[in-house]
């Protein structure tokens, strides 16, 4: 995935909430929601046709000419929202959000191609298909909520059964082997990899995405920069690339991984690994709301890091011979799990801890912060 630049500071997008995301309706607004589909639909088909045997990897050239249709490219009052946010008379609940937009729907993409293929691109008939099941599951679901934000029509995204209808052309509904992913592992000689049987995180994956969307456009806001030197800062950041529950970074695993690491990108003598406790602090105090990491990219989930919890919770390496240290689990063949928590990136507020996640291999990444 590619971003605009490298930063070193916090960039906080500070909401200012009105009503639920849910109960506003707009034109305007159901315009930016279709606006993000599109770009969303238009990266996965890149990443699709990337994976696809006998296709070039490069996604470069196509990702270009998705991103220029949504922010302009070179004349930004050509791009999706610039034209709702132009027009006479329009309903727009929020302006200049282009921004955190487009860096939204980057992070959901990448979080949804990791999740399918982990690591350098592995050209394969099913892990294209499982990234075109994606993007038709976060399509409808977009849907969904584009028509509850039109005015006149019911506020409910599941109005009618929208919502249900769209999961269960994903999953399979009350018949999990009809689900897309399922019935792609299924078929005879399919060229499948690891991770296999990865259907429900992976929507859990466009759940979160969908409601991090709808949270970017639903609130009047201001951006503002906040350097790491301000004095009292309990979160400094987060480090990029997320990372699997076996924490790695240059070349190094686990908790010392993450100390020099946050040491290098956010210099301070007393920086370490931020705990969940951490996190709620950080909630309290507003801090996670538009967080990104060190690469610009939206934090969507974070690893929740407890020393309370036991240690089967904190991805220990718990391997025969193994180091017995808290997230350096690199198998996937043992009791060691980890916990995390996801997100809303807009509204700045954690869901709830969520426990039995994969550490490697069959898991989901998610991010490390950087604490004082």
Same mark, same amino acid.
């Given at each position: 995935?590619?971003?605009?630049?490298?930063?070193?500071?916090?960039?906080?997008?500070?909401?200012?909430?009105?009503?639920?995301?849910?109960?506003?309706?707009?034109?305007?607004?159901?315009?930016?929601?279709?606006?993000?589909?599109?770009?969303?639909?238009?990266?996965?088909?890149?990443?699709?046709?990337?994976?696809?045997?006998?296709?070039?990897?490069?996604?470069?050239?196509?990702?270009?000419?998705?991103?220029?249709?949504?922010?302009?490219?070179?004349?930004?009052?050509?791009?999706?929202?610039?034209?709702?946010?132009?027009?006479?008379?329009?309903?727009?609940?929020?302006?200049?959000?282009?921004?955190?937009?487009?860096?939204?729907?980057?992070?959901?993409?990448?979080?949804?191609?990791?999740?399918?293929?982990?690591?350098?691109?592995?050209?394969?008939?099913?892990?294209? /298909?499982?990234?075109?099941?994606? %993007?038709?599951?976060?399509?409808?679901?977009?849907?969904?909520?584009? @028509? !509850? =934000?039109? +005015?006149?029509?019911?506020?409910?995204?599941?109005?009618?059964?929208?919502?249900?209808?769209?999961?269960?052309?994903?999953?399979?509904?009350?018949?999990?082997?009809?689900g897309c992913f399922a019935k792609l592992e299924a078929k005879n000689?399919?060229?499948?990899?690891?991770?296999?049987?990865?259907?429900?995180?992976?929507?859990?994956?466009?759940?979160?995405?969908?409601?991090?969307?709808?949270?970017?456009?639903?609130?009047?806001?201001?951006?503002?920069?906040?350097?790491?030197?301000?004095?009292?800062?309990?979160?400094?950041?987060?480090?990029?690339?997320?990372?699997? /529950?076996?924490?790695?970074?240059? %070349?190094?695993?686990?908790?010392?991984?993450?100390?020099?690491?946050? @040491? !290098? =990108?956010? +210099?301070?003598?007393?920086?370490?690994?931020c705990t969940y406790a951490e996190l709620q602090t950080a909630q309290?105090?507003?801090?996670?709301?538009?967080?990104?990491?060190?690469?610009?990219?939206?934090?969507?989930?974070?690893?929740?890091?407890?020393?309370?919890?036991?240690?089967?919770?904190?991805?220990?390496?718990?391997?025969?011979?193994?180091?017995?240290?808290?997230?350096?689990?690199?198998?996937?063949?043992?009791?060691?799990?980890?916990?995390?928590?996801?997100?809303?990136?807009?509204?700045?507020?954690?869901?709830?801890?969520?426990?039995?996640?994969?550490?490697?291999?069959?898991?989901?990444?998610?991010?490390?912060?950087?604490?004082?």
């Amino acid at each position: 995935m590619t971003t605009r630049s490298i930063v070193t500071a916090l960039v906080a997008l500070m909401l200012v909430w009105g009503a639920p995301a849910s109960a506003q309706q707009a034109k305007c607004l159901a315009g930016k929601t279709k606006c993000m589909s599109k770009k969303a639909g238009g990266l996965l088909k890149c990443e699709a046709t990337a994976e696809t045997p006998g296709k070039p990897t490069d996604t470069t050239s196509c990702r270009n000419k998705v991103v220029g249709k949504f922010d302009g490219g070179v004349d930004p009052a050509k791009g999706c929202f610039a034209k709702l946010e132009n027009k006479s008379g329009n309903d727009c609940i929020t302006t200049g959000d282009t921004g955190p937009a487009e860096d939204a729907v980057d992070s959901c993409v990448a979080s949804f191609v990791e999740a399918i293929d982990p690591g350098a691109t592995d050209q394969t008939k099913c892990g294209a /298909g499982k990234k075109k099941c994606v %993007s038709k599951y976060l399509k409808a679901l977009l849907k969904c909520r584009a @028509l !509850s =934000q039109t +005015p006149g029509k019911s506020t409910d995204p599941n109005a009618n059964g929208c919502v249900d209808k769209a999961q269960a052309k994903y999953n399979g509904g009350a018949d999990p082997t009809k689900g897309c992913f399922a019935k792609l592992e299924a078929k005879n000689g399919n060229d499948c990899m690891t991770p296999t049987g990865n259907s429900g995180p992976v929507q859990g994956l466009v759940e979160n995405c969908d409601d991090n969307l709808a949270a970017v456009v639903t609130s009047a806001s201001t951006s503002t920069t906040t350097t790491t030197t301000l004095p009292g800062i309990l979160l400094h950041g987060a480090l990029a690339p997320p990372t699997l /529950g076996r924490f790695n970074y240059n %070349s190094t695993i686990g908790i010392p991984a993450v100390n020099a690491a946050c @040491l !290098s =990108q956010f +210099p301070s003598a007393t920086l370490h690994p931020c705990t969940y406790a951490e996190l709620q602090t950080a909630q309290a105090n507003g801090d996670l709301v538009g967080l990104k990491d060190t690469q610009n990219t939206a934090v969507t989930s974070f690893w929740a890091i407890d020393n309370a919890q036991p240690p089967l919770s904190q991805c220990q390496d718990d391997n025969a011979g193994g180091s017995l240290q808290n997230w350096e689990y690199g198998t996937a063949h043992t009791a060691s799990r980890g916990q995390k928590v996801a997100l809303n990136n807009g509204a700045g507020t954690l869901g709830s801890l969520q426990s039995g996640e994969f550490c490697s291999i069959f898991g989901t990444v998610s991010w490390v912060g950087c604490c004082q």
